[in-house]
């Protein structure tokens, strides 16, 4: 199922946000779940702080936990003065009208981090990439997402230069994998090309990507946006 709305002369208002939100969960109705929402970092240009404030007013005091990961990939840890900027908010709405809602850092070299959930097989591999490559990669994960009943991707879509489009499944790898995927995904995206990769919907490098994630056992939603400017 997909909902959604775009215009080309302007951007969506607030209003229409909220019944993209709506619709989405009327259709998948979270009431009771413990819910993990991944967003990039400040890496990344996207209206978090408004897409932040709808899905707390659309699940707060219906599932039984709402929390954050932000997806960092190899990136650097964000302190809080930077999480708060991220998602739009003063400290004092963090610490008050927000308690309950936990954000977390992914921290990618931290083995104790991860969770081994499969293994794409070097004939997959050597399938997938045209001959390109031929080894086993095995597929980590933060195991933090098997906490929750609900996974939720929340980011923009963009041109990128290793993966042909940013956005989806690229959350969970690299943005939230171990070393593992995050390194072979990048070799093999060298190897090919950023003028070959970037701009083109199907490359290897997503079709690798789309099959790690198709080892995640859980219920996995996107909300994705496309940004002006």
Same mark, same amino acid.
């Given at each position: 199922?997909?909902?959604?709305?775009?215009?080309?002369?302007?951007?969506?208002?607030?209003?229409?946000?909220?019944?993209?939100?709506?619709?989405?969960?009327? +259709?998948?109705?979270?009431?009771?779940?413990?819910?993990?929402?991944?967003?990039?970092?400040?890496?990344?240009?996207?209206?978090?702080?408004?897409?932040?404030?709808?899905?707390?007013? +659309?699940?707060?005091?219906?599932?039984?936990?709402?929390?954050?990961?932000? +997806?960092?990939?190899?990136?650097?840890?964000?302190?809080?003065?930077?999480?708060?900027?991220?998602?739009?908010?003063?400290?004092?709405?963090?610490?008050?009208?927000?308690?309950?809602?936990?954000?977390?850092?992914?921290?990618?070299?931290?083995?104790?981090?991860?969770?081994?959930?499969?293994?794409?097989?070097?004939?997959?591999?050597?399938?997938?990439?045209?001959?390109?490559?031929?080894?086993?990669?095995?597929?980590?994960?933060?195991?933090?997402?098997?906490?929750?009943?609900?996974?939720?991707?929340?980011?923009?879509?963009?041109?990128?230069?290793?993966?042909?489009?940013?956005?989806?499944?690229?959350?969970?790898?690299?943005?939230?994998?171990?070393p593992?995927v995050?390194?072979f995904?990048?070799?093999?995206?060298?190897?090919?090309?950023?003028?070959?990769?970037?701009?083109?919907?199907?490359?290897?490098?997503?079709?690798?990507?789309?099959? +790690?994630?198709?080892?995640?056992?859980?219920?996995?939603?996107?909300?994705?946006?496309?940004?002006?400017?």
């Amino acid at each position: 199922m997909t909902v959604g709305k775009g215009v080309t002369d302007r951007v969506l208002s607030e209003a229409e946000a909220r019944e993209i939100v709506s619709q989405a969960f009327a +259709a998948h109705d979270m009431t009771g779940k413990r819910v993990l929402i991944i967003v990039p970092d400040s890496t990344r240009s996207a209206p978090l702080p408004s897409m932040f404030r709808l899905l707390f007013e +659309a699940l707060a005091g219906k599932v039984a936990a709402l929390d954050y990961l932000i +997806a960092l990939g190899t990136h650097m840890v964000m302190g809080e003065p930077q999480i708060n900027a991220l998602l739009g908010l003063t400290p004092e709405e963090r610490a008050n009208t927000y308690a309950s809602v936990n954000v977390f850092n992914h921290e990618w070299n931290v083995p104790e981090t991860f969770k081994h959930i499969g293994t794409i097989s070097a004939a997959e591999i050597e399938q997938i990439t045209g001959g390109l490559m031929s080894m086993d990669v095995p597929v980590t994960i933060n195991k933090m997402l098997f906490d929750y009943d609900q996974v939720i991707i929340c980011g923009p879509t963009f041109p990128h230069e290793v993966v042909g489009f940013s956005g989806g499944n690229k959350y969970f790898f690299p943005g939230v994998a171990g070393p593992e995927v995050i390194n072979f995904s990048h070799w093999l995206g060298a190897v090919i090309t950023n003028w070959k990769v970037i701009g083109t919907k199907y490359t290897p490098v997503r079709n690798v990507i789309d099959r +790690a994630a198709s080892f995640i056992d859980l219920p996995k939603l996107c909300f994705s946006m496309f940004v002006k400017g």
